[in-house]
């Protein structure tokens, strides 16, 4: 068992490390960047994937009753009229009368502005989608929404994945897909933005049903999160008070994480009753109900939804993944990422930049890339290479030096938590690995 930093990182070390090896970049960089988007770079983007993928297979390839969706971003401008988003999806917004910065009423802790302390508007309601027109002429039929959630998408489509997936209630359909919130007060690295993915899933079933499926989305959210390495002592659940619920929503809880700032939203499993098919419904004129053949009897389901943020889980995780060891020179910066959502399982490194090794190095990694996620790397120091890999959170180093040219065709394999290092014959890396991986598994869910 690994012994790990306990204490919160700041948020500008994250970021910092996060430009400097290519996880985050603010997007637009070069013209002054744009508040609250951003890219994610070479590193950053495995990791992101690798979060996506596992969710989608504990989700949907590990289980019969969850199939998966993909719907569109730009959508019919009433699917947003019969959600509600038209009318009610929006904050308090004040003003500075000064220095015109703009505030949420509802976050405020004075009734002066924050920044100059200035007098301050009445709250009026600004509506968070961003609006946009489909087709060459701008009127008033034209106006539609990016959308500021991915379930809409769900909810439309009820009918026809139940009808092509014939699947029974309960079932579920999931979807992972990019959404859009024009945020008064983004902020907090890539806690809260402006473009953001979301993985949602929603769990339809019988009236009755519902609460006791609510209290298992919960739990194995709970799991999931702590199967891939967060530290439980840093989640929470936080159950909605009444006077906070959604308008479509029976209950809702937060699966919360400790941040650098504080604790913060990761997950919101939300009962949302059977609102939603319902409004679609009615604003349609469609037929959305389900025919239950055991009963012999026709019913709109209730809808229990896990939705979870892609990025803000990415932030959480790397957050509690790092830690730093020594000081001085001897400072090493590690990131414990899982291994199933490491950037890169292993890297190969020969020795040096040396021409008789580097055929061998290039061999063994032509023979283990297909199996596992892997980087080459030949540049600087060993030294250097390796705390490279500590920053980026490869979970093992295999290298190539001069005895495995000259003498046993045998490579070492370096654990990025312990430091130590096993002598294995190349014919047997892949079996090696794999069983280095799962030690390392083991111990991200002590």
Partial sequence: MVNRNL??????????LSKRRGFVFQSSEVYGGVGSVWDYGPVG???????????????VRER???????????????VWAASGHVDSFSDPLVECRVCHRRFRADELDTPACAQCGGELTEPRQFNLMFETNMGPVKTSSSVTYLRPE????????FVNVQSTSRKKLPFGIAQIGKSFRNEITPGNFTYRTREFEQMEMEYFCREGEDEELHRYWIEFSMDWYRGLGLRPGKLRVREHNADELPHYSKAS????????WGWGELETISNRTDFDLKAHAARSGKDLSYFDEERRERYVPFVVEPAMGADRSVLAFLADAYDAEGEGKERRVVLRFHPDIAPYELAVLPLSRNEKLAPTARRVHDAVRSLFRSQYDETQSIGRRYRRQDEIGTALCVTVDFDTVEKDDAVTIRNRDTMAQVRVPIERLPAAIEDQLDRMRRDCRA
Avoid: C, Y
């Avoid at 809880?253 to 650098?260: I, L, Q, R, S, Y």
């Fill in 7 to 16: 204490h919160n990182v700041e948020m500008e070390t994250l970021a910092s």
């Fill in 64 to 78: 019969e009753d969850i199939v998966g969706i993909d719907a569109a971003i730009l959508m019919h401008s009433e």
């Fill in 45 to 59: 983007v495995e990791l992101k994937r690798n979060v996506k993928e596992a969710w989608w297979r504990s989700m």
């Fill in 150 to 157: 991915t379930a809409q998408g769900i909810f439309v489509n």
């Fill in 253 to 260: 809880a937060d699966v919360e994480f400790e941040f650098p």
